[in-house]
Nanobody, 124 residues
Framework: QVQLVESGGGLVEAGGSLSLSCVVS????????MAWFRQAPGKEREFVAA????????WYTDTVRGRFTISRDNAKDTVYLQMNSLKPEDTAVYSC?????????????????WGQGTQVTVSS
C-alpha cells in the first residue's frame, strides 16, 4: 500500500519560511515524478511545484517562482518544499502527489497517489 505523508506545516508570519516534507512508503520514490499542490478555503486546488523522478527538472507556478524550492532525496524517499518570503496568500493546505510517468507536471489527472495534506497559515 502506497502512502504519502506530509509534515512541516504550521503558522508563520508574513516574510517567514517553512519547510515541508513528503515521505513516500510502499513504493520507491525514484519511480515517481512528484509535485506539490495547494488548496485554499473556497478555492480550487492549484499547482505549486513539480520535479522529475531524477530531480533534474523542476517547474514552478509563477506566483511562487523565486520563493519556493522543490527538491528530493530518493535515498530517503522524501520530497521537500522550501518556502521562503511567505505571503498571506500562500495560506492553504499543501499536498504532495506522485505520478508514475516520472515527469514534472501541473496536471492533477496525471497524479495517482496523494497525501492528506498539511496546513500552512501565513499571518499578515
Amino acid at each position: 500500500q502506497v502512502q504519502l505523508v506530509e509534515s512541516g506545516g504550521g503558522l508563520v508570519e508574513a516574510g517567514g519560511s517553512l519547510s515541508l516534507s513528503c515521505v513516500v512508503s510502499g513504493r520507491a520514490l525514484s519511480r515517481y515524478g512528484m509535485a506539490w499542490f495547494r488548496q485554499a478555503p473556497g478555492k480550487e486546488r492549484e499547482f505549486v511545484a513539480a520535479i522529475t523522478s531524477s530531480g533534474s527538472v523542476t517547474w514552478y507556478t509563477d506566483t511562487v517562482r523565486g520563493r519556493f524550492t522543490i527538491s528530493r532525496d530518493n535515498a530517503k524517499d522524501t520530497v521537500y518544499l522550501q518556502m521562503n518570503s511567505l505571503k498571506p496568500e500562500d495560506t492553504a493546505v499543501y499536498s504532495c502527489a506522485g505520478n508514475l510517468l516520472g515527469i514534472a507536471s501541473s496536471n492533477t489527472d496525471e497524479y495517482r497517489d496523494w497525501g492528506q495534506g498539511t496546513q500552512v497559515t501565513v499571518s499578515s
